[in-house]
């Protein structure tokens, strides 16, 4: 992993809504295409998310000023959570981990 920030990702802004079966959906509202680096999920980090209940599959780095609190990330068509930010300077570190859900025209089920 390098700092360079050369992988492409899309954070993605949704509303929650309930279709006619009480099914809960995510219709995508605003998707902002920016440029992140990658880090490696570092051992620790992996264990305190484990006893959390969360799986950590990936950490990203972006600009602090381009993320507005979305909680979804689309990376290379897939969709992962934000399960935790941390400052660093002018970066934000991003841990993601991965969801089931798929984008579909502009839905996220």
């Not at 390098?2 to 509202?29: H, M, P, R, W």
């Not at 992962?80 to 502009?106: A, F, M, N, P, W």
Request: aromatic share 12%.
């Amino acid at each position: 992993m390098n700092n360079a920030f050369c992988l492409k990702v899309a954070l993605l802004e949704v509303s929650e809504e309930v279709d006619s079966y009480g099914n809960q959906k995510f219709k995508i509202t605003k998707r902002n295409e920016v440029l992140s680096s990658e880090v490696s999920v570092s051992r620790n980090e992996f264990y305190e998310a484990s006893r959390s209940g969360y799986k950590v599959t990936r950490v990203i780095r972006i600009n602090n000023f381009l993320y507005k609190g979305e909680r979804y990330i689309s990376i290379e068509k897939k969709i992962y959570k934000v399960v935790r930010t941390y400052q660093i300077s002018h970066l934000l570190e991003l841990t993601l981990e991965d969801s089931k859900l798929c984008e579909v025209e502009g839905w996220l089920v």
